[in-house]
């Protein structure tokens, strides 16, 4: 508070604490102004508090941040019936060493799997080969009906996302509920505080 308050009128601060009260390392501050969080992030950002430098930026909700551009564990839908390991380690081994994986049913019995990859590298060439393929035999395709969307067909390869972020993308779809509007300030995220701070 003491460092910040130099800027401009403060509505809240606090450093994230564990449940034994142990700092996290960082905090949030909310000014009044967007000026006063500017000033801030200009004269803050990088400088050393304790025998910590500081980063200090403007605070961005989880469903604004970047998503992970690494990651070796993908999850694939709309795979064959017969879809086995066997097939799986075919298909997907062309892209890299697969270190492990495993194929789940879901109630209505479609058949689903997660393949985790060595390298980021091979794990993004699967997505970008795989992903939107049709694995149907010219059988199933002569039996599609009219009002097949093809997400429902096509094979479904993308990054494997924890609940959270499938929420959460799945609000960005639908749009914004309707909630009542907060009261605005300025946020600002501050990260690496010394654990005494």
């Known amino acids: 508070y003491d460092t910040f308050s130099l800027f401009g009128n403060i509505l809240s601060c606090k450093v994230a604490c564990d449940a034994t009260g ?23 950002n990088g400088m050393q508090i ?21 990651f070796t564990n993908i999850y694939t839908k709309n795979v064959p019936a017969d879809f086995d390991d066997e097939k799986m380690a075919k298909m997907f081994g062309a892209f890299g060493t697969i270190t492990s994986s ?3 049913e879901d109630k209505l019995e479609r058949k689903f799997a997660f ?33 097949d969307k093809p997400e429902d067909y096509l094979l479904y390869v993308g990054r494997a996302q924890s609940k959270a972020e499938r929420q959460r993308e799945w609000k960005m779809k639908v749009g914004p509920s309707e909630a009542p509007a907060k009261p605005q300030g300025v946020n600002l995220y501050v990260k690496n505080l ?3 701070t």
């Open 50 to 70: 304790g025998d910590k430098t500081v980063e200090v930026h403007a605070f961005q909700k989880r469903v604004e941040r970047d998503i992970p551009t690494m």
């Open 102 to 104: 495993c194929i789940l």
């Open 194 to 196: 010394d654990e005494t």
């Open 115 to 147: 393949i985790n990859y060595e390298t980021p590298e091979a794990a993004a060439k699967a997505v970008e080969e795989m992903n939107g393929k049709d694995l149907r035999t010219e059988e199933q395709k002569k039996e599609q009906k009219e009002d």
């Open 22 to 44: 142990k700092s996290r390392g960082y905090g949030f501050v909310h000014y009044e102004t967007e000026e006063a969080a500017k000033q801030s992030i200009e004269r803050v």
